[in-house]
């Protein structure tokens, strides 16, 4: 009898076990960064009445994580990678010239118009080091980056917003920078070195999957 009182427990607690695992991979995926097809359907109709809008905008106004508007956005528009590959594309955007840097911080968008500074690793801290050279200048933290991407969405005026985009673990932007968008078209080298970034962070492993 001792022995079935016993087995029942087992029972109970595996049984609890089961449910919480599947609850958790539930919130798992329920969290995902990267969109669903139903998503990816929302953001492209979003985009097709809202030409241009950027992802950071797009997100609050479908109620989505940005990383999941971009990574919806049709799969020639963008390319992921990991955070461990900032240091080897900020070292490629460094070719570039003037560019719009985003920087968002909570509801507040600063722009700021500056070259890419070149960055090298501290070697007392996680912090990765701008030169101070340009208008934009500081010290980052890729290791809290969870994804880089480089989109190319088409704008109201038939431009392109071309840019690079970091995220953290929830999601979020943490910057930008971009080579067009509002006004006139960049030459046609800007637009060509914006290319080769974006190839470089297409040969990485994706983020999400590209439909």
């Not at 999941?68 to 070719?95: K, N």
């Not at 701008?130 to 431009?159: S, T």
Request: with cysteine.
């Amino acid at each position: 009898m001792g022995w079935l009182n016993s087995s029942r427990a087992w029972h109970r607690v595996l049984t609890a076990i089961l449910i919480a695992t599947a609850a958790a991979g539930t919130a798992i995926a329920a969290e995902s960064p990267c969109a669903t097809a139903e998503q990816a359907q929302q953001v492209q109709a979003f985009y097709r009445e809202n030409p241009g809008t950027m992802p950071v905008i797009a997100a609050r106004r479908l109620g989505m994580p940005e990383t999941v508007v971009v990574s919806g956005l049709p799969a020639e528009q963008w390319a992921s990678a990991p955070g461990s590959a900032f240091a080897e594309i900020w070292t490629a955007m460094t070719g570039w010239g003037e560019v719009t840097f985003l920087i968002m911080k909570g509801s507040n968008v600063f722009e700021i118009k500056s070259a890419v500074g070149a960055g090298t690793p501290s070697k007392t801290s996680q912090y990765y080091n701008i030169e101070y050279k340009h208008p934009l200048r500081g010290h980052l933290r890729p290791d809290l980056y969870d994804a880089i991407y480089a989109i190319a969405i088409p704008g109201k005026e038939g431009v392109p917003a071309r840019g690079i985009i970091t995220y953290d673990a929830s999601g979020d932007a943490v910057f930008g920078a971009f080579v067009s968008g509002e006004g006139p078209p960049p030459p046609a080298s800007e637009i060509a070195k914006f290319d080769e970034v974006m190839a470089l962070v297409r040969s990485k492993p994706p983020v999400c999957p590209r439909g």
